[in-house]
């Protein structure tokens, strides 16, 4: 049975894929300049990303097998569920900065969660600083 070759090192290289964004501005509208803000913009719907094939594409970036990082992924997504209806702000680089502006209750337990989610400047958040390391295991 050939093995694998082990590495003294935890640490999992992710390779960084910045797509660029498709923005269709509304109807007429222009940027306004006034306050440095920007008009609003509608973004084309696209196609929904559903769960296996989120962890295939995060297994697929990866050195490591599904089966072990289908549980870690899966628990990343609860954690980040648990932090959202707590109430929490999230800075997940490269990701952004994550916030609830408005929820709603539809009962049975069921909230709507109206999210603002504000992407990070271009390169930012895609390399780790060796302070961001904090992996002493």
Known sequence: ???K???SSKTVKLATIAPD???TPLAGTTASKAGGATSAVIVPKAEMIKKPEFIDRAVDRTDV???DAKPAI???LAVLSEALIKGEELNLPPLGKLRIVKTKDVGDGAKVLTLKLRTMKDGAGLGASPSDNDDDD
Do not use: D, L, Q
């Open 74 to 76: 899966e628990a990343a």
């Open 5 to 7: 070759p082990t590495s």
């Open 65 to 67: 097998k599904k089966r």
């Open 21 to 23: 964004p498709v923005i």
């Open 1 to 3: 049975m050939a093995t």
